[in-house]
């Protein structure tokens, strides 16, 4: 019996997982790029529309809305949940016996279910009924629920899954910053440098693949964001929190029109193709360097 190449190995090895690749990911891809430009109610044969759903997004005042709150979003989670776990992981390197307890406190909100916290938020927190909001309003200072009011109901949103997500961010820099050198961290003690001089000039330049990764990754996820604006707000009020991600879901699932779901899903493709594209430029110059 004649024996396979090492190559030949290799590729049987390989298959399966490509094979699955193509029927997860790259067959729905297809699916969703053939979509937009066709008229489609998901159950009838669909008909070549050309740019006709581009074109009708473009014209639509709620799509540009969608964009100006999802681009708000980015700005928000590239700053507060970043800072804020960049601060959390730096003193986690000061008690670092403690470290484990604190990681998995801080862990608690990001293995919720988003439901739960929704929930949590919703009804414990944010409720002028039966929430800490309603205590405060009867009590302390009438006030109303942010979650009501346009001008204060995205960064509502915000609060909530800032925290469920700083969590999981502190606990990635946190181990980012233990592959630090030691010999780097102890001339810095010898040259008697401040906490901040020591995250300034050694424990940044050491992260920083790590912190580009993660922008990367925010700015992506802030684009897909779902979950928390539909459970809590469904887009409204009067579309402060509509989204791109709420958007296409309209689209599929109230008016089925699965075209311009589709056609809004390659919209929400670009923005992550384009902070993918600034990550492997910026990485290849720092390597450069």
């Known amino acids: 019996m004649k024996r396979l190449s090492v190559r030949t190995y290799h590729a049987l090895f390989v298959a399966p997982a490509l094979v699955l690749s193509i029927a997860i990911v790259l067959l729905p891809a297809l699916l969703t790029f053939g979509a937009a430009f066709s008229n489609w109610d998901g159950v009838s044969a669909p008909s070549f529309a050309g740019l006709n759903n ?17 681009s708000l979003w980015t700005v928000i989670f590239l700053t507060i949940p970043m800072g804020i776990a960049l601060l959390a992981a730096s003193l986690l390197m000061q008690r670092q016996r403690a470290s484990a307890a604190f990681q998995a406190i801080f862990l608690l909100p990001y293995v919720l279910s ?3 916290n929704a929930m949590i938020w919703q009804n414990i927190i944010l409720s002028p009924v039966s929430g800490l909001l309603g205590f405060v309003s009867k009590n302390v200072l009438p006030l109303q629920s942010p979650l009501t009011q346009p001008e204060t109901a995205l960064y509502a949103v915000a609060a909530v899954d800032i925290w469920h ?8 820099f946190f181990a980012a910053m233990r592959q630090t050198p030691e010999e780097q961290l102890e001339a810095a003690l010898l040259e008697n440098a401040s906490g901040w001089q020591v995250f300034r ?8 693949p790590t912190l580009g990764l993660m ?11 779902f979950d928390y604006i539909y459970l809590i707000t469904q ?39 384009i902070a993918s594209v600034v990550y ?8 450069e360097l």
């Open 54 to 70: 581009f074109s009708s997004l473009f014209a639509d005042p709620v799509f540009w809305t969608a964009i100006a709150n999802n």
């Open 114 to 116: 988003p439901v739960a």
């Open 165 to 172: 997500f700083w969590g999981y961010l502190t606990v990635v």
């Open 201 to 208: 000039f050694v424990t940044l330049p050491n992260i920083l």
């Open 215 to 225: 922008l990367v990754l925010v700015t992506i996820f802030s684009f897909l964001t």
């Open 235 to 273: 887009g409204g009020p009067a579309r402060a929190t509509e989204m791109l991600s709420t958007y296409a879901y309209k689209f599929a699932f109230t008016s089925f029109q699965v075209g311009k779901a589709a056609a809004v899903a390659l919209v929400m493709c670009f923005f992550g193709l």
């Open 280 to 287: 492997v430029r910026i990485s290849r110059a720092s390597l």
